[in-house]
């Protein structure tokens, strides 16, 4: 079955994204995430996340996809120990010192290759799997063909991008953000420098050619290929920024395209939160024209009319949509925008109304042009719909219970759910009904209170034998068994094997010592050559003529040339 994966910032996002339909949840913590702006987990917030996805049977991978600097591998080693202890699925890695020890160390929790790792190819996806990793999250570039020849050669999981922001760069090849605004996106800490506007300059002339959005690309969304993609193991949701009601919103629709239910007013219904504007990105070959929004790189909203006519202080707008009190619009004039919450709303008669469909008033200061569009960047009554349904259990769980009931003994019940027995026994006898015995009746009426659990009753087995059950008590033993199960569950999830250690290091002294050196310069690398050093780390960007480099004797240790991967289909 295809995994639904969700991107979850807090703990209100998680319980958003169970409550719509999600199979797994991927988070961070506050130290080795790639979003390190988000307000993440701390380790006793996740271990309650962590309890409340696996109830429901939900996974949780944990988010340690940063570089990991030398001095940080200690308390890298403790964090991870810590989330195998709470039972975490799994955790997605960059770095080769983190995968490492996840696959030297864990049983039940999962090394998976983050799209940070800029796997892109077959070689790669083999070279991981053989090294241990579990699964791997492809990078964003690759074509949904290419992805499943890998899948069928490679026999590996694979996971892949299908809804949420996008990144300009090759997955985990960005620079731009460290270079710019001295923050690292591998790291965590990007500063958006692809959402920035800037000025493009004709080399030539010196002469302007405009200001724009020119790098911000639109969110991607995949939502009419779902078939396409059922073969891949998991599709993911970009967002552990967003709030609550966009988790909601998009994986609400996912699920309904996974199981066959989407309907197209559910698929507009994606631009009813935050959104860029969308491209099928990449992954379904999208011309590159279509991959950037250049006009803005925040939330575009959805068209909903143009203003049709102006009186002194009040416009007319000709609805195509439509508006309700308390929706927040945008007004597009000469490329700024006026932005204001629709407090209140007028027909063609000067009085307030709640809601139009076809025209309606309003007063604005700005100065405004007939012709200009409207956009809704929230809608009041649609996000009020998303609240409501992080209240809900997307999925209940049957409770069977066979009660034991017989005078002057005690109450004996045997329940299942979860896939776990608890038996409970009261520590009261039951007395001798004198006119009414209990019934099984009563028995289910009692049982049936569940609305504050994941659970839903199932079968009621109860042989009636003139017993007396108080109601009381019978709740007791709902709340008993309820609690039992629960515990029984997060308990089986937190059994965790221990990976086999050796008993003794093995150490190893080489007979041949030899000499590495780390160079930043043409010069030193020349120096170090005609010194007879055989290897060389090259810590600077290596440029076209990298020919000039490699074709010397001896080994050049520089990743991808220096951070610049040489990319067949785009850079041969």
């Keep these: 079955m295809t995994e639904l994966l969700a991107p979850a910032g807090n703990m209100e996002a998680l319980k958003a994204a169970i409550s719509n339909g999600c199979d797994a949840i991927y988070l961070g913590m506050q130290k080795f995430g790639a979003r390190a702006y988000s307000s993440n987990f701390d380790m006793e917030s996740l271990k309650e996340a962590v309890g409340y996805a696996h109830l429901r049977n939900v996974k949780i991978y944990v988010t340690m996809n940063t570089i990991v600097f030398e001095n940080e591998i200690p308390d890298m080693k403790e964090q991870m120990d810590e989330l195998n202890e709470i039972g975490v699925d799994g955790i997605i890695v960059q770095d080769l010192a983190a995968f490492d020890y996840v696959v030297k160390n864990f049983v039940d929790m999962e090394a998976h290759c983050s799209t940070q790792m ?63 605004g001295y923050r690292s996106g591998n790291r965590g800490r990007c500063v958006g420098s692809c959402r920035k506007e800037y000025e493009l300059i004709d080399k030539t002339s010196d002469a302007s050619l405009g200001k724009s959005y020119i790098l911000s690309t639109k969110d991607l969304n995949t939502i ?113 925008d006026v932005n204001l919450n629709v407090v209140k709303l007028y027909d063609k008669d000067g009085d307030l109304i709640s809601k139009a469909d076809h025209v309606c008033y309003i007063k604005i200061k700005e100065k405004l042009s007939k012709g200009d569009v409207v956009y809704i960047t929230k809608d009041y009554l649609y996000y009020k719909e998303l609240e409501a349904s992080l209240e809900k259990e997307f999925r209940r769980f049957n409770l069977d219970i066979k009660v034991y009931a017989y005078p002057d003994s005690k109450l004996v019940i045997d329940a299942k759910g979860l896939g776990f027995n608890y038996l409970y026994e009261s520590g009261e006898t039951l007395g001798q009904a004198i006119n009414n015995p209990t019934t099984k009746d009563q028995v289910a009426k009692q049982f049936s209170r569940l609305n504050d659990t994941i659970f839903q009753l199932g079968h009621v087995d109860f042989d009636e034998c003139y017993a007396f059950i108080p109601a009381k008590l019978l709740n007791a033993a709902r709340r008993e068994i309820v609690r039992g199960l629960y515990d029984l569950k997060i308990k089986s999830k937190r059994k965790r094997t221990k990976a086999c250690q050796p008993k003794e290091k093995i150490s190893f002294a080489p007979k041949n010592p030899y000499l590495t050196a780390s160079v930043t310069t043409k010069e030193q690398y020349d120096a170090c050559v005609s010194c007879g050093i055989g290897e060389i780390y090259f810590e600077n960007v290596v440029r076209r003529n990298h020919n000039d480099y490699k074709e010397k004797e001896g080994r050049l240790l520089i990743g991808g040339y220096g951070g610049i991967h040489h990319y067949r289909e785009t850079n041969p």
């Design 118 to 180: 800029g796997i892109d190819d077959l070689d790669g996806t083999l070279l991981f799997k053989e090294l241990g990793a579990k699964r791997v999250v492809m990078s964003r570039e690759v074509g949904i063909e290419k992805v499943k020849e890998i899948k069928r050669a490679a026999k590996m999981p694979l996971e892949i991008f299908v809804h949420g922001a996008l990144c300009v760069s090759y997955s985990g090849n960005c620079l731009m953000s460290g270079l710019i």
């Design 224 to 336: 009419d290929h779902i078939d396409e993609l059922k073969e891949i193991d998991s599709l993911k949701i970009e967002g552990r920024m967003k709030e609550p009601a966009y988790v909601a919103n998009v994986v609400s629709k996912y699920r309904m395209a996974l199981d066959n239910k989407i309907t197209q007013e559910d698929k507009e219904n994606l631009k009813k939160t935050f959104n860029r504007t969308f491209t099928k990105g990449y992954l379904f070959g999208e011309d590159k024209k279509d991959i950037t929004n250049i006009l803005r790189p925040n939330n575009f909203g959805y068209e909903i009319g143009k203003i049709s006519r102006i009186v002194r202080d009040m416009y007319e707008i000709r609805l195509r949509r439509t508006l309700n009190q308390n929706d927040i619009i945008r007004i597009s004039h000469n490329n700024e």
